[in-house]
């Protein structure tokens, strides 16, 4: 199990961690224009990893990798760590508000939130559009309508893993 956890955190480190991290160091050191170019965050890459065997593009808005851009003061591997710990903490912290909210059961349904559950492990950034839901829907029980708005619409940047949440936010009405 060890093996497989170890496995697992390397592919992460080397995958969808690597392409939100390259993004935010093409921000940070002044290439925000070539925050989608192919030829350039390879290249990027390949200074970073050089045995790298293929491209991990940028796929968020520039908004995003500005966000992300101080994380990228650190050297790879402990960026990498900062980051997972932020994610992770931040997922229990999520956690403990759905126990608080809803109840000792929403646990069981946090946990099987697969964007969450799964994509955190995998290095993926779905804790931060799981924050921001939580406070758009915390922000509207507070009938803080334009502060709920907002976050909703800078959750869009994963619109995917929302498109029930507007639902949920009707039915609150």
């Not at 050191?29 to 989608?36: F, K, Q, R, S, V």
């Not at 650190?74 to 990498?80: E, N, Q, S």
């Not at 956690?95 to 929403?106: E, I, K, M, N």
Request: net charge positive.
């Amino acid at each position: 199990m060890g093996g497989f956890a170890f496995r697992l955190f390397q592919s992460t480190f080397r995958s969808d961690f690597l392409g939100l991290h390259i993004g935010g160091l093409m921000v940070r050191e002044g290439n925000a224009a070539h925050l989608y170019d192919t030829g350039a965050i390879w290249a990027r890459e390949l200074q970073i990893l050089p045995d790298l065997n293929g491209i991990r593009m940028y796929v968020r808005s520039p908004f995003y990798a500005l966000i992300l851009s101080p994380l990228t003061i650190l050297p790879l591997w402990p960026a990498f760590v900062l980051e997972m710990s932020l994610f992770y903490i931040a997922l229990l912290a999520c956690w403990v508000w759905a126990a608080s909210r809803f109840g000792p059961d929403s646990l069981i349904w946090s946990a099987i939130y697969y964007p969450a559950a799964i994509g955190t492990a995998f290095g993926q950034d779905c804790v931060v559009l799981l924050v921001t839901l939580i406070l758009s829907y915390s922000s509207l029980e507070k009938n803080r309508l334009f502060r709920a708005g907002l976050l909703l619409g800078i959750g869009l940047f994963k619109f995917h893993l929302i498109v029930l949440f507007p639902l949920v936010l009707l039915m609150h009405r």
